[in-house]
Every structure is written in C-alpha cells, then in structure tokens.
C-alpha cells in the first residue's frame, strides 16, 4: 500500500480516477448532516462514515425497536434491550467502525426552532425522515441558508430520490406546492417496507452528499428518481425546466413558511392526561379512508367524529379536522412519532 497510513484504509476510493486524493482531502474537511436515523439514515450514515467526510451529525427523536431490525443496518438486538436512542446507538457503531471521524448524535425533535442550529457548519443535509413536514422544513433551510440537500422517501418495493442544490435546480417545493393532507399518504407501518429498496435510494442518496462534498456538484442528479423493486422499473424524470415553470414560494420567493413556524403541526402537551394533542397543518382528514388503512393494525373503533386505534402503548384519537390526541405520553416527540408512524404526512 502506497498511501499515507491515515488514507490506507480509503485507498479503493482514492483510486477511482474522478475521486483520486483530491476528493478524499475535500471530504475529510467536510460535514453532513443526517436527518432522521431509521432505515435510509442509518444507510446513509454508515456509507458517509465509512468513506472518510470529516464531520456527520445524525439528529433522531426515537429509540430502537425490535421491528427496525430487519432493515435498519446499524442496529441490533443489544440496542433494542438497551432501549437505546437511535442516535445515540448508531454514533457507538459508527464510531467503532471509523475513528478518524467526527460523529455527534442528537436527540431531538426536529423542528422549525432547532434545525438551523443542527446545519450549522454543514455542507449537505441528507433526508432520512419519515413525513414530509420535516422535508419542507429541510428544503426552507437548503434554500435559505444555500446548502444543498439530498431527498428520498422508501414505501413497501418502491422509493424515490432527488437532490436539491439551492439556486441551481428544482426544489421539493418547486415539485410539490403543498405538504399532502394527513392520513393520505401510506406510511412503512400501514403498507409495510422491503429493505432491498431502502439500500438502494439510501446508496443514491449516499452517492450524491459525497459527490457534493467531494467537490463534484456538476456529477449530480438533476432529476426526481423513481424506483419499483418488485415491478422491475425505474425512471428519471428530469426536472432541468421545472425551476424556471414554477413560481415556487420557496426558492422564488423566498417565503420560508415552515421554517417560520407559520406553516407545521401545532402541539401541545394535555396536562394531567399523559397525552399530547397534534393539529397538523393540512386539515380534515377522510376518517373512512383512514379507517381502511388501519385495519388490522389494533383494535379500531369509530364513530361519525372521531376514530380511534390502540396500537403498541399508545391510544391515537384522529378527529375529522386532522387534529389528533395521541395518549400513553405526554412527549411531543413520542406523540409525533406515534403520528407519523400510523397517521402519516
Ligand atoms: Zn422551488
């Protein structure tokens, strides 16, 4: 081996022509952050990991179940009798696989008043959320701060993947004006998630932060990638001519609703209840759609205004206009959780 010892163990990558010395020196002086920690995170966060970027922050707000374990790669059953945050047992991994780097975890919630402060001082934001709040929130700091992000969402076979490099290409909200209504969406715990699709839009997601901070912008995707594992397809919609069609409130504008706090779900703790109440931003909600999508999960029942599922601990109320009492808690963060988990954004 002809490399310095401190690059050894990055000698394959180095050798790659368009990456060369280069590319690993720019990397090692880079940071990313990595939001959310569950499937596509814990991927991500273990392929920035192990190629070298100098600093990866990982924010989570849950802890590791037994259910995680079938697609989730950093975790084991240790992490789950240990009752471990998912941050907090995906940092003790990856810092036994790559000491040279830097990996701070966070346990939080995030939201519109904390994730400025999470960017800080990184160079690409890596999507591994579960709901599109939290991804509009991302796309308003990319665009306002200027600091590229790389989406991607997984559900049953099929997953999708774009990167967004703020006043070059399209962004999420260039692609979707509005966060879909609660409840219209399936979610991994209503339609299920097969781990071979996570790998792989966790690997696409991986590849571009690192052409990024590599210092190769001009090598990223400038198209929404779609892929079905079990349909055998994929497609690249190219989005090149979206940015300049859309009067985008976001990147045109520069309307940051969401990271205002004008847009995003309100919550608030019930006091003396042990529940939190949830008012989503997208209001009413199909309680008979939402109903067939949660058969089968637990024990269900409804009447003309509410329904109401006991599911794991918690007893999830979901009122017609959207607003939801997640009861077994009194932790915003549990109950947003719990929300997204079965509700969904
Ligand atoms: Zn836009």
Same mark, same amino acid.
Request: aromatic share 4%; proline share 4%; charged share 20%.
């Given at each position: 081996?002809?490399?310095?010892?401190?690059?050894?163990?990055?000698?394959?990558?180095?050798?790659?022509?368009?990456?060369?010395?280069?590319?690993?020196?720019?990397?090692?002086?880079?940071?990313? #952050?990595?939001?959310?920690?569950?499937?596509?995170?814990?991927?991500?966060?273990?392929?920035?990991?192990?190629?070298?970027?100098?600093?990866?922050?990982?924010?989570?707000?849950?802890?590791?179940?037994?259910?995680?374990?079938?697609?989730?790669?950093?975790?084991?059953?240790?992490?789950?009798?240990?009752?471990?945050?998912?941050?907090?047992?995906?940092?003790?991994?990856?810092?036994?696989?790559?000491?040279?780097?830097?990996?701070?975890?966070?346990?939080?919630?995030?939201?519109?008043?904390?994730?400025?402060?999470?960017?800080?001082?990184?160079?690409?934001?890596?999507?591994?959320?579960?709901?599109?709040?939290?991804?509009?929130?991302?796309?308003?700091?990319?665009?306002?701060?200027?600091?590229?992000?790389?989406?991607?969402?997984?559900?049953?076979?099929?997953?999708?993947?774009?990167?967004?490099?703020?006043?070059?290409?399209?962004? #999420?909200?260039? #692609?979707?004006?509005?966060?879909?209504?609660?409840?219209?969406?399936?979610?991994?715990?209503?339609?299920?998630?097969?781990?071979?699709?996570?790998?792989?839009?966790?690997?696409?997601?991986?590849?571009?932060?690192?052409?990024?901070?590599?210092?190769?912008?001009?090598?990223?995707?400038?198209?929404?990638?779609?892929?079905?594992?079990?349909?055998?397809?994929?497609?690249?919609?190219?989005?090149?001519?979206?940015?300049?069609?859309?009067?985008?409130?976001?990147?045109?504008?520069?309307?940051?609703?969401?990271?205002?706090?004008?847009?995003?779900?309100?919550?608030?703790?019930?006091?003396?209840?042990?529940?939190?109440?949830?008012?989503?931003?997208?209001?009413?909600?199909?309680?008979?759609?939402?109903?067939?999508?949660?058969?089968?999960?637990?024990? #269900?029942?409804?009447?003309?205004?509410?329904?109401?599922?006991?599911?794991?601990?918690?007893?999830?109320?979901?009122?017609?206009?959207?607003?939801?009492?997640?009861?077994?808690?009194?932790?915003?963060?549990?109950?947003?959780?719990?929300?997204?988990?079965?509700?969904?954004?």
């Amino acid at each position: 081996m002809s490399a310095e010892p401190s690059l050894e163990r990055y000698v394959r990558q180095i050798r790659y022509a368009r990456w060369g010395d280069e590319g690993q020196r720019a990397l090692a002086a880079s940071a990313a #952050l990595v939001c959310g920690c569950g499937a596509l995170g814990s991927m991500t966060a273990n392929t920035l990991v192990r190629a070298g970027v100098g600093r990866v922050r990982i924010v989570d707000r849950d802890f590791v179940e037994i259910s995680n374990l079938q697609r989730q790669v950093l975790f084991d059953e240790d992490d789950v009798a240990r009752q471990l945050p998912k941050a907090v047992a995906a940092a003790e991994k990856l810092r036994r696989i790559n000491s040279q780097v830097r990996v701070e975890a966070v346990v939080a919630d995030v939201d519109h008043g904390n994730l400025e402060e999470l960017c800080r001082d990184v160079q690409v934001i890596v999507d591994g959320t579960d709901n599109f709040e939290i991804r509009f929130l991302i796309n308003d700091v990319s665009i306002k701060h200027g600091i590229p992000w790389v989406y991607g969402g997984c559900l049953g076979a099929e997953g999708q993947t774009m990167t967004i490099l703020p006043g070059e290409t399209a962004c #999420l909200r260039c #692609l979707m004006h509005d966060c879909p209504p609660p409840g219209t969406l399936p979610t991994c715990d209503t339609a299920g998630i097969l781990a071979p699709i996570v790998g792989l839009i966790a690997s696409i997601e991986a590849m571009e932060a690192l052409k990024i901070l590599s210092g190769h912008r001009s090598s990223v995707s400038r198209g929404l990638t779609v892929i079905d594992l079990w349909q055998n397809q994929s497609r690249q919609i190219n989005l090149g001519s979206l940015r300049e069609q859309v009067d985008c409130p976001c990147c045109k504008r520069r309307e940051f609703s969401w990271l205002s706090g004008k847009q995003g779900s309100r919550s608030a703790v019930l006091c003396g209840r042990n529940a939190v109440q949830l008012s989503p931003p997208a209001g009413a909600v199909s309680l008979d759609d939402l109903a067939a999508k949660l058969q089968g999960i637990g024990p #269900l029942t409804r009447n003309p205004f509410l329904l109401r599922l006991t599911v794991e601990d918690f007893e999830l109320t979901v009122f017609a206009d959207g607003r939801a009492i997640i009861g077994g808690t009194s932790e915003v963060a549990v109950a947003r959780s719990v929300y997204a988990k079965y509700i969904g954004h």
